[in-house]
């Protein structure tokens, strides 16, 4: 007789409030390796600027409603790690949040951004981009 999931076990692993072993080991390496990236720019002397793409899913705040979830996990764990001297960080959450198209950003059933998506987070990022040179 098979058993029902858990509620926990019913939300994906990156939004689980609390994660497990082996999602915590896969967000260390993750971490240690933007690390990495971030002392090669700096040994290069050339800035660094990292850009957290959603999942499309997370563009509802009420994903996982009533689950032990935490939609916006994933971006709160690199966020804490990012926000260190020289590393500059470009969330899309938000500001994908607020765009009439966010959704139409993602391929349906897919995930991954659709000829639209690509277009808004390049001009998100050029945006960005302005702010932080103009801003020296």
């Not at 390496?29 to 793409?53: C, D, E, K």
């Not at 009420?62 to 032990?68: D, I, K, N, R, V």
């Not at 590393?87 to 959704?103: C, S, T």
């Amino acid at each position: 007789e098979s058993q029902s999931p858990s509620l926990e076990e019913q939300v994906p692993y990156v939004y689980r409030v609390h994660h497990a072993k082996r999602t915590d080991e896969v967000y260390a390496r993750v971490t240690r390796l933007l690390s990495a990236m971030h002392q090669l720019a700096v040994q290069a002397g050339v800035p660094i600027y990292f850009m957290i793409i959603p999942h499309a899913v997370q563009l509802s705040a009420s994903a996982f409603s009533g689950l032990p979830a935490d939609i916006e996990k994933p971006q709160k764990e690199l966020a804490r790690f990012l926000d260190s001297p020289g590393m500059k960080l470009l969330d899309l959450l938000p500001w994908l949040r607020q765009r009439p198209e966010g959704r139409a950003a993602y391929l349906p059933l897919d995930g991954h951004w659709s000829v639209m998506g690509n277009q808004l987070g390049a001009e998100r990022l050029a945006e960005f981009l302005d702010q932080e040179w103009l801003s020296k």
